[in-house]
């Protein structure tokens, strides 16, 4: 029954408002050290989750994407990007290199102590320690059915006979150097047409690093995700957007409809999974908020 107010109306039950209370108090009675450890169990379920399945912290160990990327930059890498559309060239991508490439030189060394070990591991369940031996970051470059070479009369790469000025390299290699295999001293090499379900990625500094010049090209299929922001140290917090002289690439491209330039591949069902859920809350909210209106509209004043 409803209590009835003096002024007209109704009231909620007295009876529910002493149970609400009653819950509340039985909330205010759970101490701080209670609640704390299980705050802590959900936040760490919650960072593994993310960090297998959305997105990933990276340590930059070495210097082959500098001046982009310093070594000791942790950068966010996004995991699901790819279940949805296909890499873009200007991309900077993570992943795990074949097993043919060498794994390159961390330019800070390893700490082996227990502890180091330790916070390392809990690190990696987290997803904010240092990326493993056969884990590289890289640019794309190329894309199947892509003719790469390097160089023109001006020194640079080409991609399908278009020369490509890179504003974002970092101490290029010597243009004179002879192509030697194994070795990514020299800035020639032969024109490769890449596979199909491959790609050709290169470093920002392109004196250093060891790409695919010399470890050759790179399974699509490898890639972790897309780094697409620098969020540690908080004075180098910058986006790693697509550089503008590649958008320019890709907009010739799709003119031109080149051999080199594949269609866009139909969003993945797995990224349709990922945002089911919170479809149907929003739908299931909206849902009860509309009875409980059309309810309150029903109850007498």
């Known amino acids: 029954m409803l209590d009835v107010n003096p002024m007209g109306g109704y009231q909620q039950p007295t009876g529910g408002r002493r149970r609400r209370r009653s819950v509340a108090a039985r909330r205010k009675e759970m101490p701080l050290w209670q609640e704390l450890p299980l705050l802590l169990v959900v936040a760490f379920c919650l960072a593994v989750l993310i960090r297998t399945f959305l997105v990933q912290a990276f340590f930059i160990p070495s210097g082959s994407m500098e001046e982009t990327l310093l070594v000791g930059d942790r950068v966010l890498v996004n995991k699901v990007v790819y279940d949805m559309r296909d890499p873009l060239r200007g991309e900077v991508v993570v992943f795990r290199g074949p097993s043919t490439w060498e794994a390159e030189t961390p330019t800070e060394p390893l700490d082996n102590s227990f502890s180091a070990k330790f916070g390392r591991t809990i690190g990696d369940l987290v997803g904010v320690s240092r990326p493993g031996e056969r884990d590289f970051i890289k640019r794309v470059i190329g894309l199947p059915g892509d003719r790469v ?41 032969a024109e490769v047409t890449i596979s199909p379900g491959n790609m050709w990625v290169m470093g920002d500094h392109r004196l250093v690093s060891q790409d695919s010049r010399c470890q050759g090209e790179v399974p699509i299929d490898n890639i972790i995700g897309r780094a697409f922001v620098i969020v540690w140290p908080s004075d180098r917090f910058d986006g790693l957007s697509v550089p503008p002289v590649w958008q320019e690439f890709a907009a010739q491209q799709n003119a031109a409809s080149l051999p080199g330039d594949t269609p866009r591949s139909a969003p993945s069902p797995i990224g349709a999974v990922l945002t089911m859920p919170f479809l149907l809350t929003s ?11 059309n309810r309150r509209r029903r109850l007498p004043s």
């Open 283 to 293: 739908a299931i909210s909206a849902r009860s908020g509309l009875t409980r209106w």
């Open 149 to 189: 070479a390097c160089c023109d009369a001006q020194g640079r790469i080409t991609v399908n006979d278009i020369g490509i000025d890179e504003p974002y390299i970092f101490e290029n290699s010597d243009p004179d150097a002879p192509p030697a295999p194994g070795e990514c001293r020299s800035r020639q090499f």
